[in-house]
Nanobody, 127 residues
């Protein structure tokens, strides 16, 4: 399995930006569908953004939840074996622990399809 470590969380004001990183070891991330999920207190873990595995020279396709579409961007740096989540125009409702995860299922949004998870990084948006 691939080991994942998130970083980049913190405290930001409404309208601000953060970039989360997810560094991998053990396997090459380009072989996986990568996902970002989040979990707020008292709520279930929810899908945020996904990036399908690279197919030949194609870098993969991105997909997002409706709540973050147009504000968040997922990307991958194959040379660094790292996935990123750029979060712009943050809202109070984006406050949560953010997790990255890896899946062998193409284009999934379901937590049970993701077999490797990081430990999470806290994002707090103040109003």
């Amino acid at each position: 399995q691939v080991q994942l470590v998130e970083s980049g969380g913190g405290l930001v004001q409404t309208g601000g930006s953060l970039r989360l990183s997810c560094a991998a070891s053990g396997r090459t991330l380009s072989s996986y569908t990568m996902g970002w999920f989040r979990q707020a207190p008292g709520k279930e873990r929810e899908f945020v953004a996904g990036l399908t595995r690279s197919e030949g020279r194609r870098g993969g396709n991105t997909y997002y939840s409706e709540s973050v579409k147009g504000r968040f961007t997922i990307s991958r740096d194959n040379a660094k074996n790292t996935v990123y989540l750029q979060m712009n125009n943050l809202k109070f409702g984006d406050t949560a622990v953010y997790y990255c995860a890896a899946s062998l299922s193409l284009g999934s949004r379901i937590t049970t399809d993701f077999s490797s998870w990081g430990q999470g990084t806290q994002v707090t948006v103040s109003s």
